[in-house]
């Protein structure tokens, strides 16, 4: 196979990773392996950030018995189903800051949030960011600093549902060249 070959099936392969991802709305309580929620955190870790700065922390949390508490955090039955509930947070005072003095922490904790979902996926693990949660009952859940912002949530564990079909805009609609 020719290095373009190889390159076009290698884009294909991640094509059909994104388009198979999901939000799953129901997990089956079958525990994550270790090996695989260490690949998963170790795509977090290489999720490029503005400056190389990685301005994140990641929560890991097992679930079992804590669903009363979780409750606080958001209501949704699968934010507590799975077996694992994962918190990215950003310490926005680590962060680059553009000229203009835009803080880069929310982009750099979202991109690092999607190599999470995108090497879930790729295992057979399913997701389901959460970004509308109460924001004092996780910080004062999950004991976090005043320095450091609760971002999103993911639930990952196996899907116990099967994908919606997804409504996504053309690229037509989404993308201009040259001039808006």
Excluded at 65 to 78: H, N, P, Q, V
Excluded at 82 to 93: E, N
Excluded at 113 to 141: C, K, M, N, P, Q
């Amino acid at each position: 196979m020719t290095t373009p070959e190889l390159a076009m099936k290698t884009f294909e392969s991640f094509v059909d990773l994104a388009r198979s991802r999901y939000s799953v709305q129901s997990f089956k309580k079958s525990p994550v392996e270790d090996e695989k929620l260490s690949a998963v955190l170790d795509a977090v870790r290489l999720a490029p950030t503005a400056a190389n700065r990685q301005p994140f922390r990641f929560i890991v949390i097992r679930t079992a018995g804590k669903e009363e508490e979780l409750r606080r955090i958001y209501a949704r039955s699968f934010f507590w189903e799975a077996p694992l509930l994962i918190c990215a947070c950003t310490v926005p005072s680590e962060a680059w800051k553009r000229s203009d003095g835009k803080n880069y922490s929310d982009v750099d904790v979202a991109i690092a949030i999607d190599h999470l979902t995108l090497a879930a996926a790729s295992l057979g693990l399913g997701t389901h960011w959460v970004g509308a949660f109460d924001t004092g009952a996780a910080r004062e859940v999950l004991g976090i600093p005043g320095d450091a912002e609760p971002v999103a949530f993911t639930p990952l564990g196996y899907p116990a549902d099967r994908p919606q079909e997804k409504q996504r805009k053309g690229v037509s609609e989404l993308v201009r060249y040259e001039h808006w």
